[in-house]
């Protein structure tokens, strides 16, 4: 009977490379050598740190924010937690940290636009569309007024997150897009909509959940009294099927 011959053992991987350890040794030797010299090679250190997109916000703030390391390898450094510190100033909404090499650096912003000033309990404060404080004190603008008597200011930085700040904020957007200008926005003390006209004018707008049926009848109303002459003290919205005009005195 005629004999099988003996299948071969095969190799382990290590016997296999065991004629290539010393070659493999030596590129592993380069390679740290190499990454070594990269990290702490000058040229990948950040000569210049260049901003665009600000305005309001100072070029010294901004770099001061993302502390960008200047004798460290600009690509070894955290570009996304430098954009998250820039981030953080209270105008900026977004914060981008280009890198190109060999070793040059653009921080760009987005920065947010004032939408209202908010009056809150204790002091008054900016606010952008987002409800995000961006500084403290009453700013000189000619923006519209949030009225929050049972809020507390919560400092620069910080997001509104009320329920009657985010109501106001809605229910002026909602005015607004009926072509109602409001100078001052609030709830009174049986939770009803207030507003004040830039012309003075008191409008009384109740519940807010049907907001924009009763905005849409504040310019009719409006635009009726002016062409007569008339001015408007007041208007009751209340009970939009039945509004109400309180007059003022004639105009002379």
């Known amino acids: 009977m005629k004999r099988r011959p003996a299948r071969r053992k095969a190799k382990s991987p ?107 309990a204790d002091g008054d404060a900016l606010v952008d569309r987002d409800l995000r404080v961006l500084e403290s004190g009453a700013p000189q603008f000619d923006l519209p007024q949030l009225v929050l008597p049972r809020v507390s200011e919560p400092g620069a930085g910080a997001f509104l997150h009320a329920r009657d700040a985010v109501r106001l904020r809605d229910d002026y957007l909602t005015l607004e897009a009926e072509h109602v200008a409001a ?18 004018v008191v409008l009384m707008l109740g519940d807010d959940s049907d907001l924009q049926g009763k905005a849409a009848l504040v310019q009719p109303i409006l635009s009726q009294a002016a062409v007569r002459g008339r001015r408007i003290a007041a208007v009751d919205l209340r009970a939009p099927k039945t509004p109400v005009v309180r007059y003022g005195r004639d105009r002379e």
């Open 183 to 200: 100078r001052m926005l609030r709830f009174d003390r049986f939770d009803e909509l207030t507003a004040l006209t830039p012309g003075g």
């Open 14 to 120: 290590a016997n296999v490379l065991r004629p290539f350890w010393l070659l493999i040794g030596v590129l592993l030797a380069a390679s740290a050598g190499a990454a070594y010299w990269a990290a702490t090679w000058p040229g990948f250190w950040p000569k210049h740190v260049t901003v665009g997109g600000n305005r309001v916000v100072a070029t010294a703030e901004i770099l001061q924010r993302a502390a960008i390391a200047p004798d460290a390898n600009v690509w070894l450094q955290n570009a996304r937690a430098a954009a998250d510190r820039v981030a953080a100033i209270p105008y900026v909404d977004q914060a981008t940290v280009h890198r190109w090499l060999p070793a040059n650096v653009r921080i760009d912003v987005t920065e947010r636009r004032p939408f209202a000033v908010v009056r809150f």
